[in-house]
C-alpha cells in the first residue's frame, strides 16, 4: 500500500488490507501534510494501481479522503478498479458514489 503525491494527483498503490495498513500509515498522514489547510483545490486520486482490499484499507481510505476534505480539497477517485467500486459498494461507500452527497467523485475509465 502506497500513495504517491504528483502534484494535485495521488497515485494509490498495492494492496489496502489490514497488514498493509499497519505499516503504511504514517505515509497517508505525511501525504496529508502536502495539503495547506484553505487552499482549495482538487485532487485526481489514481487507483489504478490498487490490489486487493479488505475492510481495514476501505476504513483507512474513507478517514484519508475525509481528511483531505477537511483540508479544502476535493478529492475525485479515477481508474477505479472492479475490486475497489465492488468493495466500495459492499460496505456501504455509497457518499463515494453519489452525485447527491458532497463527498469524492468516482470516475472509471
Not at 495539503?35 to 486487493?52: A, H, K, T, Y
Not at 477505479?80 to 458532497?102: C, I, T, W
Amino acid at each position: 500500500m502506497a500513495i504517491r503525491m504528483t502534484g494535485t494527483e495521488a497515485h494509490l498503490e498495492g494492496d489496502w488490507t489490514l497488514t498493509a495498513v499497519t505499516r503504511n500509515v504514517d505515509a497517508l498522514a505525511q501525504s496529508l501534510q502536502q495539503f495547506e489547510p484553505g487552499n482549495e483545490q482538487n485532487l485526481s486520486i489514481n487507483c489504478r494501481e490498487v490490489g486487493n482490499v479488505d475492510s481495514s484499507g476501505m476504513q483507512l481510505l474513507n478517514v484519508w479522503l475525509q481528511c483531505v476534505r477537511f483540508r479544502g480539497v476535493e478529492p475525485t477517485l479515477v481508474n477505479v478498479p472492479e475490486s475497489l467500486r465492488h468493495a466500495m459498494q459492499g460496505l456501504d461507500f455509497k457518499q463515494y458514489l453519489s452525485d447527491n452527497f458532497p463527498g469524492p467523485t468516482m470516475i472509471a475509465t
